[in-house]
């Protein structure tokens, strides 16, 4: 078990909005000195062409609800996924 101080979690959604202050962020975590991050290329980023019903996207948000609340009471904070229909794409 690690104390809560000894890790960072991030959305992804910010170090693709902001990779520079989002880099920034996880340098001050380590201790590090701010450095000019400037991307050229963005890696692994998520361009879906899959879609999904509707229905069943809002049932896996209800079933993983539970979680999702347990997640953002223990960070303190919440996520891009959290909000409602995110990211749902019609069927």
Not at 3 to 31: E, I, K, P, Q
Not at 45 to 73: C, N, S, T
Request: some cysteine; overall charge negative.
């Amino acid at each position: 078990m690690y104390r809560r101080n000894r890790v960072l979690v991030l959305d992804s959604a910010n170090l693709f909005a902001d990779t520079a202050a989002t880099c920034n962020r996880v340098f001050d975590y380590m201790g590090l000195e701010d450095f000019d991050v400037e991307p050229s290329k963005v890696y692994n980023r998520g361009f879906y062409q899959e879609k999904i019903d509707l229905r069943v996207a809002d049932w896996l948000r209800e079933h993983y609800r539970p979680y999702d609340e347990m997640l953002e009471e223990l960070l303190g904070q919440s996520f891009g996924w959290m909000a409602p229909r995110v990211r749902a794409l019609a069927a």
